[in-house]
Nanobody, 115 residues
Framework: QVQLVESGGGVVRAGGSLNLSCFAS????????AGWYRQALGKQREMVAT???????NYADFVKGRFTVSRVNVRKPAYLQMNSLKPEDTAVYYC?????????WGKGTLVTVSS
């Protein structure tokens, strides 16, 4: 079992920055891939950014150049630096991790960007 807990959400004005962290606990030795997804009110969950075990990153077009995903170690598998935030970035952000082919999700952290 893998438990993921996100932190770092909050309220920020348009143009501001926030950093999201994901902490992983449980009985595992490696994470194959990790990333961030988001779900705005009334919309489907969508991929924001992912990072593989060897550091290859992938970004949604709508965050390219503004967000940066990184990983610190196996217990901190995904960190998201968000710059130049826009009101349309308002959503619940979820950390995802893939361990032995299974997907695990955190409960999410709310990011609100005011105009």
């Amino acid at each position: 079992q893998v438990q993921l807990v996100e932190s770092g959400g909050g309220v920020v004005r348009a143009g501001g920055s926030l950093n999201l962290s994901c902490f992983a606990s449980g009985r595992f030795s490696a994470i194959n891939a990790a990333g961030w997804y988001r779900q705005a009110l009334g919309k489907q969950r969508e991929m924001v950014a992912t990072i593989s075990s060897d550091g290859i990153t992938n970004y949604a077009d709508f965050v390219k150049g503004r967000f940066t995903v990184s990983r610190v170690n196996v217990r901190k598998p995904a960190y998201l630096q968000m710059n130049s935030l826009k009101p349309e970035d308002t959503a619940v952000y979820y950390c995802n991790a893939v361990v032995l082919g299974e997907d695990y999700w955190g409960k999410g952290t709310l990011v609100t960007v005011s105009s």
